[in-house]
């Protein structure tokens, strides 16, 4: 079974607990990201990019979450 089989298998109740979790998650890990957002180790560039996939997953479903704005000069690449 694919992933897009399993997704399609939830039922409507189950997308919007997990879009809700996921919100909640978006909004309360912004902190960390911006706490990190000038960190240009691996670890900080991943979480910024995870983060920022998120995100943008969230915008795909129609839930729009304002990334903040140290993100838009934080690095995305490892130093």
Do not use: C
Request: charge should be negative.
């Amino acid at each position: 079974m694919t992933f897009s089989d399993r997704v399609h298998a939830l039922s409507e109740e189950e997308l919007d607990a997990l879009t809700a979790a996921a919100t909640w998650y978006a909004n309360y890990a912004s902190r960390d990201v911006i706490e990190q957002a000038g960190d240009a180790s691996a670890y900080a560039v991943e979480q910024r990019r995870s983060y920022l996939a998120l995100v943008e997953g969230l915008r795909k479903l129609g839930i729009m979450v304002a990334v903040p704005e140290a993100l838009d000069r934080a690095p995305l690449r490892a130093a």
